[in-house]
């Protein structure tokens, strides 16, 4: 399968990845550029099926990738939303747990953006 690398180097990619993987989770809908909401739809839906197993293993391996930050007011965390929320609501659904919407072109460089969000 042939990925993006969406202009930057391996190690600066997986970063934007993994900081959009969690603003993602926290928020549950984010405004990105469309190539990117295109390239995260893979990484948040593998995240999601981690958070549909559930056991220990899943959830380490959602740690090691995921910013485990705090969720709002609730005391929880990202990691915590994903295995609690996110998981249980998908888990009669095999698949396609999000949906990129594409919107405008962005005022400055006249990039194409798009929301990615998690499908009710």
Do not use: C, S, W
Not at 25 to 48: C, F, G, N
Not at 103 to 118: H, K, L, Q
């Amino acid at each position: 399968m042939h990925n993006r690398k969406l202009g930057r180097k391996a190690d600066h990619r997986k970063a934007l990845f993994r900081n959009l993987a969690t603003d993602m989770i926290v928020y549950e809908k984010i405004e990105t550029t469309e190539k990117k909401a295109l390239e995260m739809r893979t990484v948040v839906d593998e995240l999601v099926t981690l958070a549909k197993r559930g056991d220990l293993h899943a959830r380490r391996q959602a740690l090691a990738f995921v910013h485990d930050v705090p969720v709002g007011k609730t005391g929880k965390t990202a990691v915590q939303k994903l295995f609690e929320e996110i998981g249980p609501r998908y888990a009669d659904r095999k698949g396609g747990y999000t949906r990129v919407v594409k919107t405008t072109v962005r005022r400055g460089d006249a990039a194409p953006m798009a929301y990615i969000e998690f499908v009710k």
